[in-house]
């Protein structure tokens, strides 16, 4: 395994500064994590924040956004879908997903889901194209 000094939130809040303005980035351990006794504890993630803050979550799984909007989420970044990958995965996966891939909603919490740039079983993408996925987040009090 290849350790390139990055060590992503899990079950934990980072906050964050720059240039005046707060964010807080929490991330939950994937829902798999379960069956090992690990599972996503948002109440862990998120305890204590200060809610005058933005949060924004890192979840694997976009099933994950019900959970985080009862908690005030603002933005919710997952994967896991591939987008379906290809029919008939595709309409399944907007069928037991809040949000198969792109920018949605979920009672009141903003979800992006990317399709990612792998894909799970046959190397085969009909209809939803592989992404890496850039995204700029500005304070809405132009900071």
Same mark, same amino acid.
């Given at each position: 395994?290849?350790? /390139?000094?990055?060590?992503?939130?899990?079950?934990?809040?980072? !906050?964050?500064? &720059?240039? *005046?303005?707060? +964010?807080? #980035?929490? %991330?939950?351990?994937?829902?798999?994590?379960?069956?090992?006794?690990?599972?996503?504890?948002?109440?862990?993630?998120?305890?204590?924040?200060?809610?005058?803050?933005?949060? /924004?979550?890192?979840?694997?799984?976009?099933?994950?956004?019900? !959970?985080?909007? &009862?908690? *005030?989420?603002? +933005?919710? #970044?997952? %994967?896991?879908?591939?987008?379906?990958?290809?029919?008939?995965?595709?309409?399944?996966?907007?069928?037991?997903?809040?949000?198969?891939?792109?920018?949605?909603?979920?009672?009141?919490?903003?979800?992006?889901?990317?399709?990612?740039?792998?894909?799970?079983?046959?190397?085969?993408?009909?209809?939803?194209?592989?992404?890496?996925?850039?995204?700029?987040?500005?304070?809405?009090?132009?900071?």
């Amino acid at each position: 395994m290849c350790d /390139v000094g990055v060590r992503p939130p899990v079950n934990e809040r980072v !906050e964050i500064l &720059r240039n *005046g303005a707060h +964010l807080d #980035l929490a %991330g939950v351990e994937d829902l798999a994590g379960k069956e090992y006794g690990r599972g996503p504890d948002l109440g862990k993630a998120l305890g204590g924040r200060d809610l005058s803050r933005p949060v /924004v979550l890192l979840a694997h799984q976009a099933v994950f956004a019900d !959970e985080a909007a &009862r908690h *005030g989420v603002d +933005l919710q #970044l997952s %994967g896991h879908t591939h987008g379906g990958q290809m029919l008939p995965l595709t309409a399944i996966t907007e069928l037991v997903n809040p949000v198969g891939s792109g920018l949605g909603r979920v009672d009141g919490t903003k979800v992006y889901v990317t399709n990612g740039a792998g894909f799970f079983g046959p190397p085969v993408r009909v209809g939803a194209p592989a992404d890496i996925t850039l995204l700029e987040l500005r304070s809405p009090r132009g900071g």
